[in-house]
Each structure stands twice: as C-alpha cells, then as structure tokens.
Nanobody, 127 residues
Framework: VQLQASGGGLAQAGGSVRLSCTVS??????IAWFRQAPGKEREFVGA????????YYADSMKGRSTIFEDNVKDTVVLQMNSLKPEDTAVYYC???????????????????????WGQGTQVTVSS
C-alpha cells in the first residue's frame, strides 16, 4: 500500500494550489486530507468517500476548496483557492478501508481512523 502526496510549494495569498494523492494497492472507503502547521495539532481539511457522495470540508476550507477523484489516475485531488497565510502547513493525505467511513461523517474528521498515510507535502503561503 502506498499513498504519494505531491503538488505542494510556495504560493501567494489569494492564489491557488493543487495537491494530489496517488493511491496504490488499496481498496479504500475514504481518503482525507489533513494538515499540520508548526506547533499545532494535525487538523482535518476535507475528505471524499468511495461512494461518490459529496466531499466533506472543514469549515475553514468550505467555499474555497474542492476534493475530487481522478479515477483514471487513481488519484484524489485537493484544489485550494483563495489561499491565506494561515493555510501554511504540511498537508497529508490519508486513507481508510474501514467500512464505518461510509456510515459516519464524524469518523471522517478523526485522523486516528485512517490507517494509511502519505509522506506529506509542504504548502507555504506568503502574504
């Protein structure tokens, strides 16, 4: 099983960044993005289920983020727009094959429920 996150880098406030998470050798029920800024706890950004219902987003990301699955490439994409300096963090993608992910929204928000993690990609937003 492998999750490979990519696409981070330096962006200006108000700009956009696209992160990709390529998943190999795993049948997953949900894939989520989390982020961790220096000195802060890891926090939920958004998640998508394998059932193709609407993605879920943290309140801070609603209206300026989109998560979607690129089936051809076995990749889940996080598109973030209207970036703010406070979006600066290491972004991680995570996957779960626990079926509870399909039945509980709260389940999606908790990092401990994801058993598979990518290596993280840095996003730095300058003001």
């Amino acid at each position: 099983v492998q999750l490979q996150a990519s696409g981070g880098g330096l962006a200006q406030a108000g700009g956009s960044v696209r992160l990709s998470c390529t998943v190999s050798r795993l049948s997953w029920y949900a894939i989520a993005w989390f982020r961790q800024a220096p000195g802060k706890e890891r926090e939920f950004v958004g998640a998508i289920r394998s059932t193709s219902d609407s993605p879920y987003y943290a309140d801070s990301m609603k209206g300026r983020s989109t998560i979607f699955e690129d089936n051809v490439k076995d990749t889940v994409v996080l598109q973030m727009n209207s970036l703010k300096p406070e979006d600066t963090a290491v972004y991680y993608c995570a996957a779960t094959n626990r079926i509870l992910a399909l039945n509980s929204v709260q389940f999606l928000y908790t990092a401990a429920n994801y058993g598979f993690w990518g290596q993280g990609t840095q996003v730095t937003v300058s003001s």
